[in-house]
């Protein structure tokens, strides 16, 4: 395994291009190269952390017939582009690009390098050689939301909100649709930080939400801050992506984790036996992408209920999107008996009735 920093990788001169000699030995003999690019650290604890521990998964499985690589801390946009060329360029063929941001370099890079198979997390973009890949973290807001609305005692929950995108809007959704299961009358309070990891300003969003009467801060970030700011308060909420128990074990109640493993086993298989072949997945509990930390600092009934809706999900007793569901207008979005498809949800941009704030333009 290699370990290499964006900045590092400026400082070497990258440049985008594609070398057909180069791809070829891609496919030549000995280890098959899989890349990995990440937006954030590998020790956030959270998003970049779980992809990384899932790298190293990979690499557990298939010895010494892979070499994977990683980039950390590449910000989305003309960065990533030279990043994923560079991974392209030196022999890797498989690249799990992971974040949204990286789509549209993803496709820019996969037309120069049409015989590298490229992999983007959470994107929509497909091409021949570019598949997509997700997790449905919805699904455990809506566990978040039952936990919610059995212990909080205001009424009042604070969410920090990373960038406006669908992803981060229907998690707000069912976030609030599985609390006032619970509580008809229970409220989602917002802070948009507009950046996947930024922990002064996910730890500051957390202070601003309990100053303002929430007694439980959800999230949609990468840090520790959140849970830590709550630990400090003697108060409660949620990691994000991993199990982030060990840096508040006093205040995390459980945390979604996303489980790519299985996934990146599975595809790079395919490239070493000549099946891969580009498409969409979206898996959640029932697949086991989406999985959820022991439920901890509550309750056995709360966490029977929590177990019950992570279950009901999985099994489809439950369809968190069926109607009826009002705006924030009041306004009926989902009619009764109604549900929404997929491509209603993974567009959505509208919020429930009972989250308070608005989507940034």
Known sequence: MKRRTFNKLLGAGLVAGAAPAIIGR????????????????IGDLGWNYQHDLSRKELEKHYGDKIKT?????????????????????????????????????????????????????????????????????????????IISGMMSKTGKVGYICSVPIPEVVMGL???????RTINPKATIRMVWINSWYDPGKEGDAAKALFDQGCDIVAQHTDSTSPLQVAQQRGLLGFGEASDMYNAAPKAQLTSPVNNWAPYYIERTKAVMDGTWKSGDVWGGFKS??????????????????????????????????????????GAIKVAAGSTLDDKAISGMNWLAEGVEGQIPK
């Open 288 to 329: 086991g992408m989406m999985q959820m930390a022991p439920y901890k600092n509550m309750p056995d009934n709360v966490a029977a209920a929590a177990k019950a809706a992570q279950d009901g999900i999985a099994s489809g007793a439950i369809d968190i999107y069926k109607g009826p569901i009002k705006d924030q207008s």
């Open 69 to 145: 690589t990683y980039v950390e801390n590449v910000p989305e946009g003309p960065d990533a582009e030279r990043v994923l060329a560079d991974l392209a360029s030196k022999g890797n063929s498989l690249i799990f690009a992971t974040s949204f941001g990286y789509m549209n370099p993803t496709i820019k890079v996969a037309q120069k390098f049409p015989k590298v198979h490229f992999e983007h997390a959470t994107g929509y973009k497909r091409a021949a050689n570019v598949a997509t890949y997700n997790i449905r973290f919805y699904e455990s807001r809506y566990v978040e939301g």
């Open 173 to 179: 959704n069912a976030y609030i649709i599985g609390m």
């Open 26 to 41: 891609a496919h030549a003999a000995g280890p098959l190269g899989v890349g990995f690019i990440y937006v954030g650290p």
